[in-house]
């Protein structure tokens, strides 16, 4: 992915506290304290909760969205659809009136039609499309729930109406096009950018349909937006709306306390229960819907080695781990598939167990001589709150059992490209559910499709696994599903790609003062409805 943004010098009066911010141009102003920056702004190309928030949930719409706090999908662009008999033809019919927005570089000529939508797609789907390569032609999330293979073909009916025809009948197309990374994206816009010689404003000047309107960006600092005034869903209640960039999870939870910022990305778990105390602050608490992972680039040897893997698993006291880490607010692991959803089983087979693992390592031939590069996140993120740290307890496990790892780190998104490009050995990580449905996480994180596209970044690709992957999601009924979703994590038990650490509950603190706020079940910050007291 390449992280295109907009640096802009801003005044004064963006790198003041909201209260600075008010007055008559901006008689409402909400600052969200946001945990990282975002890669891009424009969701096709991106993969952290920091680009969605940032882009997805503020600038753009899907066709179809997931109604708010909940896990169904509703009318979004999309105002209605229809379904064929045999489940394979999704008849799309768009509302009429939604305004692009404008910015200093364009200024749409029309309202969202058919050619939008096709162009979102296309550009994802088709190596051949003259955009595919734009922002550096890596869509991870495409790829890696298999909408490539999925899709046969989009139709353009009329101005309005879209028909997707499917190579077979899906149960994940819906919630599945109702994710971030499908954001409709202007066509007119790419057109010009791309005629006039600046494709890169496309990924950091972007306009979509969404409640707000991009202003400003200065990485490490602030993102600015305005109320966009034409959105087709009424005009947000806020005028202003601030992401405070703040890295350090107790800098955070200093600038919500002195109402510096008034949402919060998730504090450390040690400072939760004060919170809950703070009369003007409500913790709002989302369990189950996440995974922390160790995984292994089995392209890099002797991670290719199960043996290697498992000893290494083995070797780690996740136990431990989660009490240090999590303080509280997590619980060890048994799948890299969330509890809360259907097939999640509970034993991922690799407790602690360190003579095992120096059993193993001697049988593999690595019985003190393995060095591997540990890489380890340098943000805090809901499915793990501190990477550092862990990655220093794995450090230590592994030294018991003859192990060196050197720990190595980057800027977020530097560390999201490289790990996608397989550079690292072992690599710390993780996800948030993006639709409460087990294929998800196992295709974004495991699936052979995400090896090409980078999202598996452990590189593994096994084709039994593949052909459970693609059962669930072509299977209707709920135990069959499960039942296909408990065989495919009891390869991975065997395999261990990836060691399954911690489940956390994620608390998202918000000030008194903000009405509306409805806590996403996935964890991602929408704040379209959201209101401030006056």
Known sequence: MKSTVLRAVLTSSLLASSALLGGQAYA????????????????????????????????????????????????????????????????????????????????????????DVLYTFNRQRDANNP????????????????????????????????RFTLTAANVTFLPGIALDYLSILSLEQTEKMVAAGTPELIDSEPVGTGPFVLQAYVPDSQIRYAANKDYWRGAPKI???????????????????????????????????????????????????????????????????VRVRMALAKAIDRKAIVDAVYAGAGTVAGSVVPPA??????????????????KLLKEAGHESDLKISLWAMPVSRPYNPNAKRMAEMIQADWAKVGVKAEIVSFEWGEYLKRTASGEQDAYLLGGS????????????????????????????????????????????????????????????????PVAPIAHSVVAIPIRKSVLNYVLDPFGRQNFAAVDVAE
């Open 28 to 115: 409402k102003t909400l600052v969200y304290c946001s945990e990282a920056n975002p890669e891009t702004f424009n969701p096709a190309i991106g993969t952290a909760d920091s680009t969605m928030d940032a882009a997805a949930k503020t600038i753009f719409n899907r066709l179809v969205e997931f109604k708010p706090g909940t896990t169904e999908v509703g009318p979004a662009l999309a105002e209605s659809w229809e379904v064929s008999a045999d489940g394979k033809t999704y008849t799309f019919h768009l509302r009429h009136g939604v305004k692009f927005q404008s910015n200093d570089h364009f200024t749409p000529s029309r309202d969202l039609n058919a050619d």
């Open 131 to 162: 955009y595919h390569k734009l922002g550096g032609g890596a869509y991870e999330y495409f790829n890696a729930l298999g909408m490539g293979t999925l899709i046969d073909k989009i139709d353009k009916v009329n101005d309005y109406t879209v």
């Open 239 to 305: 005028d202003t709306l601030v992401f405070s960039i703040t890295p350090e999870p107790t800098t955070r939870v200093e600038r919500l306390k002195a109402n510096e910022c008034q949402v919060a990305a998730p504090p450390p778990p040690s400072a939760v229960a004060d919170l809950r105390t703070d009369p003007d602050i409500t913790v709002l608490d989302l369990k189950g819907q996440n995974i922390g992972i160790l995984g292994f680039n089995v392209e890099h040897q002797p991670l290719g080695d």
């Open 341 to 358: 959803q259907i097939g999640a089983v509970t034993d991922a087979g690799i407790d602690y167990d360190p003579d095992g693992a120096k």
């Open 433 to 496: 559910s993006d639709n409460g449905d087990p294929d998800n996480m196992l295709s974004y994180l495991l699936s052979c499709d995400g090896v090409k596209g980078g999202s598996n970044r452990s590189r593994w690709c096994d084709p039994a696994f593949e052909k459970l992957l693609q059962d669930g999601r072509v299977a209707a009924d709920a135990k069959h599903r499960a039942d296909i979703y408990a065989r495919a994590q009891a390869i991975l038990k065997v395999e261990v």
